[in-house]
T-cell receptor, first 112, second 112 residues
């Protein structure tokens, strides 16, 4: 079945550092890929998405590129801020009944 | 775009008491709806999904049940809560053509 593997962290960075959170997937067909962010005590918000190979999703300075050859969708940001502290989830979708399969989440803490 | 309303935001219930969590959706019709639980830690577990009124699929055996009495209403219930039912419950709706989800703000349930 479909699965998502992401680095579990926690990841702790200083403000303005470079961020990478790795995500790889296993899926049949051609899934869509997503990154969601969860701030403390809140639900999940869509951060960015990519629907086909070589697409690059971007939002709020975050980027991720759909790499079919390496089955990866790594999240990157050039300069993190304290306000980026949250849990980040990688997910893939397109299976039966449109169920999303999530990774286990990566806790990011950015210190001033 | 759709909006999901969940309530209550927090709930403290004694073991053995009943539960009813409600989720309603605005801005779409005939949505696919989902209930997730996020236990201590960060992973998301899909509990139920529904593709239409009265249609419920259960993903894991458990003490909970779900119902969909109206097109845009999804209810999570239990007759007798267990300590292990504590967690953060999220309702989600399939978001348009890209297989992504819109999430509600969640209900924090503590069973004591």
């Amino acid at each position: 079945g479909d699965s998502v593997t992401q680095m579990e962290g926690p990841v702790t960075l200083s403000e303005e550092a470079f961020l990478t959170i790795n995500c790889t997937y296993t899926a049949t067909g051609y899934p869509s890929l997503f990154w969601y962010v969860q701030y403390p005590g809140e639900g999940l918000q869509l951060l960015l998405k990519a629907t086909k190979a070589d697409d690059k999703g971007s939002n709020k300075g975050f980027e991720a590129t759909y790499r079919k050859e390496t089955t990866s969708f790594h999240l990157e940001k050039g300069s993190v801020q304290v306000s980026d502290s949250a849990v980040y989830f990688c997910a893939l979708g397109g299976g039966s009944n449109y169920k999303l399969t999530f990774g286990k989440g990566t806790l990011l803490t950015v210190n001033p | 775009s759709q909006t999901i309303h969940q309530w209550p935001a927090t709930l403290v219930q004694p073991v053995g008491s009943p539960l009813s969590l409600e989720c309603t959706v605005e801005g779409t019709s005939n949505p696919n709806l989902y209930w997730y639980r996020q236990a201590a830690g960060r992973g998301l577990q899909l509990l139920f999904y529904s593709v239409g009124i009265g249609q419920i699929s259960s993903e894991v055996p458990q003490n909970l049940s779900a119902s969909r009495p109206q097109d845009r209403q999804f209810i999570l219930s239990s007759k007798k809560l267990l300590l292990s039912d504590s967690g953060f419950y999220l309702c989600a709706c399939r978001d348009g053509e890209y297989y992504g989800y819109t999430f509600g703000s969640g209900t924090r349930l503590t069973v004591v």
